[in-house]
């Protein structure tokens, strides 16, 4: 059993930057691939960055890649996301995910989440 419990939301102007957080329970954290979801209103929730157990791998949706990085350290049970030259269209609530072996894209396949927090950029 994970739980993940993500911080860092909040509003920020067009070309501002953000870093959420997500903090893990779980002795065996490390070899849960983690993954970044967000969802807007309205809209399907999406993945945004994943990265695997190790964090020897990671992967962004092209709208994010470039501007948002994902990062985690397995001493601390964490997991970023730094969102840089933030734009509107990246308003959503964000959510954490953890999946053993890979993150999948289908927000289904994924077993366990966090509770979001929400991101707003203004133009």
């Known amino acids: 059993q994970v739980q993940l419990v993500e911080s860092g939301g909040g509003l920020v102007q067009a070309g501002g930057f953000l870093r959420l957080s997500c903090a893990a329970s779980?002795?065996?954290?490390?070899?849960?691939?983690m993954g970044w979801f967000r969802q807007a209103p309205g809209k399907e929730r999406e993945c945004v960055a994943a990265?695997?157990?190790?964090?020897?791998?990671?992967s962004y949706a092209d709208s994010v890649k470039g501007r948002f990085t994902i990062s985690r350290d397995n001493a601390k049970n964490t997991v970023s996301l730094q969102m840089n030259s933030l734009k509107p269209e990246d308003t959503a609530v964000y959510y954490c995910?953890?999946?053993?072996?890979?993150?999948?894209?289908?927000?289904?396949?994924?077993?366990?989440w966090g509770q979001g927090t929400q991101v707003t950029v203004s133009s």
């Open positions: 990265i695997s157990g190790s964090g020897d791998s990671t």
């Open positions: 779980g002795r065996t954290y490390y070899t849960y691939a």
């Open positions: 995910t953890a999946r053993p072996g890979v993150v999948k894209q289908t927000p289904g396949q994924n077993p366990y």
